[in-house]
């Protein structure tokens, strides 16, 4: 009962002053971050054209210093006045007599004011209001909220009086509006879109409704974390504990000589603590901030469907649906960014003390954090040792870090889903990565399943292929990211196999190998210390591919280069086997696919030159699809599992249009050119983002560097290949000309809340 008061006094008084809301000066004002202000504290706090929110230190701008941009909350008004006559003894002024403190008797619901007994009497015989709903405090004090609302009206001039009954959406009104109205201003002819005021206030709480859901299950993930970081700081203080446990244990056959390092080492435990301490609590934090700026949403919301009538609601739906949008969408990082990982090693005790007695021991600690672990595979070939993959830990601030021990098991299936066990060699200390090896027993599609740390990097795993060919070409190497590194490995086993360990200086789990047993294996290693056949810009990959000479269109040529593609007709006999050529896409694919993790950048420089009069004719098409997809139609805009942009001549336009399309449909829509009669020419180069973490295929103008569409919901459940179309050579010449790998030296960066 205590809480439920607690609650309902915090939604009627200011956040800053703690004053009710409703008197003069105490307007309710509500911030973005929908904590709201009284019109005296917010004026007081604006400065510089901006406004911190005194409850959670959010800023937002404030244009002029305008209180005015922020909302009024007519309804909670209401609901001060409910509460203070009902729950509070305290006393009401006539708000006809002010400045006079007149003890108010009644209330009128339809102009929202308290009369005392002289006014509410002259209320009652003037003919504007004595058809108004006047009620004394006594009757008050036993009625429901709703008596305490008062019907909006219009205020336009003429129409005074009038409820309240639509609603205009049109971005230019976005405000209730009466009947008159409607007929006077409001017609679609003019662009207004209308709509009962009922029917949008439904549909708009079904959308808060629904964000609620959303940010409910957001906080209840927040919470886990929260739970998950307590316990991470509990273990802490327990590792520390029996950590120092083991410490005196070793120490107590040599404490003459080893008093001094044993200061030092528990130092170096108190600093790795403390560290993990304040990464944790200032994780903490930012989470619990989070989790405020939630509740205060959730409540605000539950708060205005709970106590406001549907126009006081729309007033406020903007700022709830914006609010209730913003933390919904929030990206929330709810795993710990460290762990409580730590452990003493052994390292030169007991008999080698005196020798080595100021170096002894070590405090082992893992700075890793998962979600920023980067993957490397690799495809290989059947019969002999060889790394599938390469791990790289990072830390949660994506640094890369040079720790040993770290654990890490993979699990590998083959084609026919037979498990084996990925050897693990450890070049942390070396090379900050471990590598992964394998001897693979039939070829195929196979996926590793990492675990490090006890998390699991993918759900999906990582996909490598097995080749028959005993020659791993480097055109085939494929690369895959979780985010990347480089490094090897040494022999798989089913999972029953084991590996021995050795000295204590480097932690061995079973199928993990440590530097010094690697190092013996060096002619092996040579194959990967070789250079990637891929650019990394920052975090994205510029994998190195060409044009598929085998699968282009049977009528089109490719330059030798292989990274050319002309939509003319070779003039000379095909020197190519046309039996895997395409019969019915008019272009080509690349020679590999995209990668299932992270997010992978190439460009293609476009040439054209219109020679006839077009009509609706396509010009070229560039995209991503799945493989089978591409040779069943002319095209791939009809495709469900193809994502292409391309250029036409529009009929609308009446010009040439750049154009996205998915499943039939056309997702957008831009002139490329002013007009499109025989003559016209383009020429540019396009860039192409796919962000396989997000789901999203991202289009850029390279040259002008200029954002052009976003695709989302892309489906990277299984490979995704370059496509490129060329079409209709009888009235226009069109050039292809990719740059991948190296050829690529800056990616436009994009945001990733267009």
């Known amino acids: 009962m205590a809480n439920n008061k607690q609650n309902i006094e915090s939604f009627l008084k200011c956040v800053d002053c703690q004053q009710y809301f409703g008197e003069k000066g105490r307007s309710p004002h509500v911030l973005p971050c929908l904590h709201t202000v009284c019109s005296n504290c917010l004026k007081r706090r604006i400065e510089n054209q901006n406004v911190k929110c005194p409850d ?107 409820p309240f009954s639509h609603f205009c959406e ?88 080893l008093d001094e390092r044993k200061a030092v080492l528990k130092q170096m435990l108190s600093d790795v603590s403390g560290k993990k301490k304040n990464d944790l609590d200032l994780q903490l934090d930012e989470l619990s901030t989070k989790k405020d700026s939630i509740d205060q949403a959730i409540k605000f919301s539950e708060d205005h469907l709970a106590y406001s009538n549907g126009a006081e609601f729309l007033i406020m739906k903007d700022q709830i649906i914006s609010r209730t949008n913003e933390l919904r969408d929030q990206q929330i990082d709810t795993t710990p960014h460290t762990t409580a990982e730590m452990a003493f090693e052994l390292v030169n005790m007991e008999e080698e003390f005196r020798e080595f007695g ?48 770290i654990d890490i098991k993979v699990d590998i299936l083959d084609s026919k889903g037979k498990r084996y066990q990925g050897i693990v060699v450890d070049h942390g200390k070396k090379f900050g990565s471990y590598k992964v090896y394998f001897t693979p027993v039939r070829s195929g599609e196979h996926r590793a399943y990492v675990t490090m740390l006890g998390l699991t990097l993918s759900k999906d795993g990582f996909g490598f292929m097995v080749n028959e060919d005993l020659t791993v070409k480097k055109a085939d190497l494929r690369i895959n990211l979780k985010s990347t590194s480089t490094k090897t490995a040494r022999k798989s086993q089913p999972l029953t196999g084991k590996v021995s360990d050795r000295s204590t200086d480097i932690r061995v789990t079973s199928g993990m190998m440590s530097d010094t047993d690697a190092d013996s294996n060096a002619d092996r290693n040579s194959n990967i210390n070789e250079f990637p056949p891929y650019r990394a810009v920052g975090e994205i990959i510029c994998p190195e591919f060409s044009f598929d000479l085998k699968s282009t269109y049977h009528q089109y040529e490719l330059s030798e280069d292989y990274k050319t593609l002309i939509n003319q007709k070779s003039r ?181 809340d267009l």
């Not at 339809?110 to 108004?132: I, P, V, W």
């Not at 003019?190 to 299950?217: A, C, Q, S, T």
């Open 358 to 405: 100021k170096v002894m021991g070590d405090i082992w600690a893992t700075a890793a954090y998962v979600p920023k672990t980067r993957v490397q595979t690799f495809d290989i070939s059947m019969g002999r040792e060889q790394v599938v993959l390469i791990i790289s830990p990072h830390d949660s601030h994506n640094r890369p870090i040079n720790e040993s021990g």
């Open 56 to 162: 959670c230190n959010e800023t937002f701008e404030a244009r002029g210093n305008d209180i005015s941009a922020f909302p009024i909350d007519s309804g909670r008004r209401h609901v001060v006045d409910c509460y203070r006559v009902q729950k509070k003894s305290a006393e009401f002024y006539c708000n006809q007599c002010h400045p006079n403190k007149v003890v108010a008797a009644s209330r009128c619901k339809d102009c929202d004011e308290f009369l005392c007994k002289t006014c509410s009497d002259a209320h009652n015989r003037t003919k504007l209001t004595k058809r108004h709903v006047v009620l004394s405090l006594d009757m008050l004090k036993e009625s429901p909220l709703e008596d305490f609302h008062n019907k909006l009206t219009c205020t336009v001039e003429g129409h005074e009086g009038q």
């Open 572 to 752: 000379r006999p095909p020197s190519r086997d046309l039996s895997t050529s395409f019969q019915n896409y008019r272009g080509t694919i690349a020679t590999k696919p995209l990668g299932k993790t992270n997010q992978h950048y190439f460009e293609c420089s476009v040439n054209f030159f219109v020679k006839r009069q077009l009509r609706q004719d396509l010009i070229f098409e560039i995209g991503i699809a799945r493989k089978s997809e591409v040779d069943m139609n002319y095209t791939l805009d009809n495709h469900a599992l193809a994502w292409t942009f391309c250029a036409r001549r529009c009929n609308i336009c009446r010009t040439i249009c750049l154009q996205c399309w998915n499943n039939g449909q056309r997702l957008f829509h831009t002139p490329a050119t002013e007009n499109a009669p025989p003559g016209t020419t383009h020429k540019t180069t396009y860039g192409f983002l796919l962000d396989t973490r997000n789901k999203q295929w991202i289009v850029v103008d390279a040259k002008s560097r200029k954002f052009i569409f976003r695709f989302r919901n892309v489906d990277v459940s299984r490979p995704l290949w370059p496509t490129f179309g060329v079409y209709n050579p009888d009235l226009v010449n069109v050039t292809l000309t990719l740059r991948s790998g190296r050829e690529i030296t800056t990616v436009l960066e994009v945001p990733f």
């Open 170 to 257: 049109s971005r230019s009104c976005n405000k209730p509006i009466c009947s008159l109205c409607l007929v006077q201003f409001h017609q679609r002819d003019d662009g207004h879109e209308v709509k009962y005021l009922n029917d949008v206030y439904v549909e708009k709480k079904r959308i808060v409704e629904n964000n609620l859901l959303d940010i409910r299950h957001k906080k209840t993930k927040v919470d886990e974390a929260i739970d998950l970081l307590n316990d991470e700081v509990q273990n802490l203080y327990l590792k520390e504990s029996s950590i120092e446990q083991d410490i005196e244990q070793a120490f107590t056959k040599c404490y003459d000589v």
